[in-house]
């Protein structure tokens, strides 16, 4: 079993509308989570960290869910520029090694 | 505020040739550095990082390794590559404990 697993997608999303995706993890130890953005044949860029009473960006929301091992993103109002790779990252000690998942390919189109 | 350079930028190389990729991270001290690499279409995968000058943690047995001759400069080599050694190859820095990573701009290698 993967570390950290997604759904590679794509999902293509209608601009303006809203789309979620999940990620899961195995190590019920972990104790941090991000979300990274990567852009075709770009270097990942951090998108936002996840903390456990989930947080807010503007247009982007995280949720944590421990008890079942999943991560959530969910983009609002989505934006032609939205169109990525979304990778869930999930760190599992105190060395920052990062478990890194293939990424959910998202779409939007006009 | 800190950036973290790569060069070359992309590489064509022969196999059985050696590989020598650097990194450099500027407005930061002490920093965990970190290779990775990205095969076309799959997740990154930790190759190497370090928590300090000479303190080098392989993850993965390859015919790679690394060094770290200074604070913040961190190399990735090989003596002889093959053709598995073709990807995108990333250097991230980090504070360390469970804070955030930031990338470098990556080096694309094809092994022909």
């Known amino acids: 079993r993967k570390e950290v697993e997604q759904d590679p997608g794509p999902f293509n999303v209608p601009e303006g509308a809203t789309v979620a995706f999940n990620c899961t993890y195995s190590?019920?130890?972990?104790?941090?989570f991000f979300w990274y953005r990567q852009d075709c044949r770009k270097e990942p860029k951090l998108l936002m960290s996840?903390?456990?009473s989930g947080n807010e960006d503007g247009r982007f929301t995280a949720q944590l869910n421990r008890a079942s091992q999943y991560i959530s993103l969910l983009i609002r109002d989505s934006k032609l520029s939205d169109s990525a790779t979304y990778l869930c990252?999930?760190?599992?000690?105190?060395?920052?090694?990062?478990?890194f998942g293939a990424g959910t390919q998202v779409v939007v189109t006009p | 505020s800190q950036t973290i350079h790569q060069w070359p930028a992309t590489l064509v190389q022969p196999v059985g040739s050696p590989l020598s990729l650097e990194c450099t991270v500027e407005?930061?001290?002490?920093?965990?550095l970190y290779w990775y690499r990205q095969a076309a279409g799959r997740g990154l995968q930790l190759l190497f990082y370090?928590?300090?000058?000479?303190?080098i943690s392989s993850e993965v047995p390859q015919n790679l390794s690394a060094s770290r001759p200074q604070d913040r400069q961190f190399i990735l080599s090989s003596k002889k590559l093959l053709l598995s050694d073709s990807g995108f190859y990333l250097c991230?820095?980090?504070?360390?404990?469970?804070?955030?990573?930031?990338f470098g701009p990556g080096t694309r290698l094809t092994v022909l």
């Open positions: 996840v903390y456990s």
């Open positions: 190590n019920s130890a972990s104790q941090s």
């Open positions: 990252v999930v760190m599992g000690d105190s060395w920052g090694k990062l478990q």
């Open positions: 407005g930061t001290s002490n920093p965990n």
């Open positions: 991230a820095w980090g504070t360390g404990g469970n804070n955030e990573q930031f």
């Open positions: 370090s928590v300090g000058i000479g303190q």
